[in-house]
């Protein structure tokens, strides 16, 4: 599929973020701070009136000219080409697979999956080996050609994101499309507190979803809601702020 240079979202570019899955925790908090920094925001569920009503508590939290609409998953993705990708990893692949005759051509998807042993029964603190290498790796795999896969937010914790006091976290963006992961740490900048750092390929998103793992362990044994920073890189490394 031949991909129009005019149908890419650009960085710096007023865009709709639609978040497929946005009525859990996760989407909800991510949309919340979008709304909040003047951006548009889709919610998406698999059923319409549910992402609405996700919708309204949002405008209602966020402030009176907050952009929040609900639709349904798939409505969502025809309706915006800057996906985020919010559903545990069990509903994953089967998610995608349903959503990919929706996806527009020249798509940016974020995938914020983490692929948590608790999918299957195991412990939220422990995650799964996926064949491709991580949860992103494996969306790569199941969208569109031309749609291309960015990595960021697993780290973010939902209760935090939630909440009202700025994010003590970094947000690692991993992807093989520089202007993906352009666009995406710009996204991730529009959260307040969160500095966006560009960690190389889509597949070192494997190693950001573990530290997911080992966050949630840290948060069980001391009671708290852990992120990360990323120390001693250079000024320009960290985006804050858009
Ligand atoms: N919670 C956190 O602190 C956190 C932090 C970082 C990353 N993450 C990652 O973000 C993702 C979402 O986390 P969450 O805690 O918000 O998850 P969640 O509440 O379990 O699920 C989010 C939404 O996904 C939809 N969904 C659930 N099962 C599905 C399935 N089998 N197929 C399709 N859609 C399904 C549901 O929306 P509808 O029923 O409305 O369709 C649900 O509200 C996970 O992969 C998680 O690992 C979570």
Not at 132 to 153: C, D, I, M, N, R
């Amino acid at each position: 599929m031949r991909v129009r240079m005019k149908d890419r979202p650009k960085a710096s570019a007023s865009r709709t973020v639609a978040v497929i899955g946005g009525t859990g925790p996760a989407g909800r908090g991510l949309a919340l701070r979008w709304a909040r920094a003047g951006e548009t925001v889709i919610i998406g569920s698999r059923d319409a009136a549910r992402a609405e009503q996700a919708a309204e508590t949002i405008r209602k939290r966020a402030d009176a000219n907050a952009q929040v609409s609900g639709l349904e998953n798939s409505a969502a993705c025809g309706a915006s080409s800057l996906l985020v990708l919010t559903v545990p990893f069990e509903g994953q692949a089967a998610l995608l697979k349903q959503l990919k005759p929706a996806m527009r051509p020249g798509s940016i998807l974020i995938d914020a999956t983490v692929p948590l042993a608790a999918s299957v029964g195991g412990r939220a603190s422990r995650t799964l080996g996926v064949w491709q290498g991580s949860a992103a790796q494996q969306t790569a795999e199941l969208v569109p050609k031309g749609v291309s896969v960015a990595a960021a937010f697993q780290n973010l914790s939902a209760e935090v994101l939630n909440g009202n006091e700025e994010v003590d976290c970094d947000v690692i963006v991993c992807s093989d499309d520089p202007n993906a992961a352009q666009v995406t740490m710009e996204l991730a900048a529009k959260i307040a507190g969160v500095r966006a750092i560009d960690g190389g390929k889509l597949e070192n998103a494997r190693i950001v979803e573990q530290i997911t793992a080992l966050l949630i362990g840290l948060n069980i044994r001391h009671k708290g809601h852990g992120g990360i920073r990323i120390t001693g890189l250079p000024k320009g490394a960290y985006r804050v702020g858009y």
